[in-house]
């Protein structure tokens, strides 16, 4: 920025010379400032002058624009590896949040979020370096031109600066409106996107494509109309400010003409006249860049908050750590006088609920829907903290400083398997990066998981790539492939949340009848509908009321339902 500004200065500078070499040779072979260079040149007569002082304009001209152009690169490259790092910083973030912020936010509000912060490359970073950058460059800009010609020159600087700050009083209050709008349509098409193209396969059964295009459309217009408007008032005053400069120049070229009386008065002007317009063309575009930059900054600062939310988003204390030593799981799994609700003045989902389960044990759920179970395992797991109470593996209570130590321990095999745009066996292998997939382990999940004569009989057997969450499988193909993610894993706790209720109750038996083989080393906790699901475990836990209804061994579950 500094280069930048003393190269303005040279090219402005070399104007005085090369426009009075044109215009009074004898008076540039005379000055005293010259004579050096034609000392050194060793020019003889005023003739040979103009060639020179034509090369030294010509390449401070060249030199000005080669080091704008560095500068261009510069700041574009630091600014897009800022915006880079926040953007990187914003969604790493937002993964390492708790689960139950992720279960009270919209998926679309994240998106939207993460949006913002790779935005604020364009809305905050460019505009502030360009600002800074413009403000160096108008400095040196002035203090030329108040060298040149001091009452133009600031009569300039005042009028232009007088000019923005009216603009940018009377516009405050629509750029804060349009902030608002930008910040909050963004979120909503990006959540108009997701509903119509999430429930692709009711909206073409329904025939309702014009509900979801008109709730796109009523959303994304009034966004690109605050754009739109954000653009017209950064743009509009740059017009007018070159008429401006325009009038303040011929209104010189006047005044020294009259002053000096007759052609010579212009003459010896032109050189005075040349730098001013010359100093004029730079300053009007580094005034504009400077406005530019503020109209963006306040035209998207609601935008730009919420992308700085997000960023200062807690980290957890394991975030940055080494992968945790699995903890200590010799005895059991205890649940001590829990309790829990989403919010504090929420109704209680758990309460009073005691519970031990040996290590080893197959334990099945069973309840009516909203009993608690789901809510229970997630507590087991780790990704909730209860509101009172414990989760006590073996002697030890887990807390946010060890909930990693606990969770190596599990597997989850949820009711709706996420499967990526991938192939088999990267989704098998889950979270493994594709060098790092072990296919044989890949192989023997899939054969526990009852799927992998399925697999192999397609063309591109484990290769084969199952489309964008899974579509090109049935449900009973992506249910047994979430089966075989988390068997992968090598967990000695695995829990089936209502995990084969997309199975026949043939391919159910068989995969059922898989786990049990597991080894009497591995806990599993198994949420069902059906009793007959459960058959093989040790005790069935019957939830209501957000606490323990009954608990039992299968034939008793099954008289009790009776």
Not at 85 to 99: C, F, G, I, K, M
Not at 172 to 194: D, L, P, W, Y
Not at 333 to 349: A, E, N
Request: glycine share 8%; net charge positive; charged share 15%.
């Amino acid at each position: 920025m500094i280069i930048t500004s003393f190269a303005e200065v040279v090219s402005i500078g070399a104007t005085l010379p090369f426009l009075g070499a044109l215009t009074s040779p004898e008076k540039i072979f005379a000055h005293h400032l010259t004579q050096p260079l034609i000392q050194l040149l060793q020019i003889q007569s005023t003739q040979e002058v103009l060639l020179p002082f034509t090369i030294v304009f010509i390449a401070a001209a060249v030199f000005a624009g080669l080091v704008r152009i560095a500068l261009l690169w510069v700041q574009t490259r630091l600014s897009m590896a800022i915006g880079a790092d926040l953007s990187v910083q914003v969604y790493e973030r937002t993964l390492y949040q708790p689960y139950s912020l992720h279960v009270s936010r919209n998926s679309s509000e994240i998106i939207a979020g993460v949006q913002k912060a790779s935005d604020l490359v364009a809305t905050l970073v460019q505009p502030t370096l360009t600002i800074l950058g413009s403000m160096i460059i108008l400095t040196a800009l002035i203090a030329t031109l108040i060298a040149i010609q001091p009452v133009v020159a600031l009569i300039a600087l005042l009028g232009f600066g007088i000019l923005y700050a009216v603009i940018v009083f009377i516009t405050k209050r629509r750029m804060a409106k349009n902030s608002e709008i930008i910040a909050s349509q963004q979120g909503r098409v990006t959540k108009a996107i997701q509903e119509g193209l999430g429930g692709i396969r009711d909206v073409l059964i329904d025939g309702t494509q014009s509900v979801y295009s008109k709730l796109y459309k009523d959303t994304f217009i009034p966004l690109r109309t605050a754009f739109a408007s954000n653009q017209v008032v950064a743009s509009s005053p740059r017009f007018g400010f070159e008429a401006l400069g325009m009038v303040l120049i011929a209104g010189l070229a006047y005044m020294l003409a009259a002053a000096s009386g007759a052609v010579g008065g212009v003459t010896n002007a032109i050189p005075v006249l040349g730098a001013l317009a010359l100093g004029a063309q730079r300053l009007l575009p580094v005034l504009q860049q400077i406005y530019n930059g503020y109209i963006s900054i306040k035209g998207n600062q609601a935008s730009t908050q919420d992308a700085l939310d997000l960023l200062y988003q807690p980290m957890p204390v394991h975030a940055n750590a080494q992968p945790s030593k699995p903890m200590d799981f010799q005895a059991a799994i205890t649940l001590k006088d829990l309790g829990f609700r989403y919010t504090p003045q929420g109704p209680w989902v758990l309460r009073h609920l005691n519970l031990q389960i040996p290590k080893g044990s197959r334990v099945g759920f069973v309840g009516v829907t909203g009993s608690g179970k789901s809510t229970l395992l997630d507590i087991v797991m780790g990704l909730l903290t209860p509101t009172e109470g414990a989760l006590i593996i073996d002697n030890t209570a887990v807390n946010l400083q060890n909930t990693r130590a606990w969770q190596a321990h599990i597997s989850h095999v949820p009711q709706a398997i996420y499967l990526s745009d991938s192939s088999i066996a990267e989704n098998i292998a889950f979270g493994v990066p594709t060098e790092l997939i072990d296919l044989k382990r890949v192989k023997q999940a899939a054969q526990q998981a009852q799927i992998v004569q399925t697999i192999e009989s397609w063309r591109n057997g484990y290769g084969t790539l199952v489309g964008e969450r899974g579509v090109r499988l049935s449900g009973g193909q992506r249910q047994r492939i979430g089966i075989a993610r988390a068997l992968y894993k090598r967990a000695n706790v695995v829990i089936f949340d209502e995990a084969t209720s997309s199975l026949d109750s043939e391919t159910e038996a068989a995969v059922m009848q898989a786990v049990e083989t597991l080894g009497r080393d591995i806990t599993i906790f198994i949420i069902a509908h059906r009793l007959t699901t459960l058959k093989n475990c040790d005790q069935i836990v019957e939830l209501a009321n957000g606490g323990i209804k009954a608990v039992g061994g299968y034939q008793q579950m099954m008289h009790r339902a009776a």
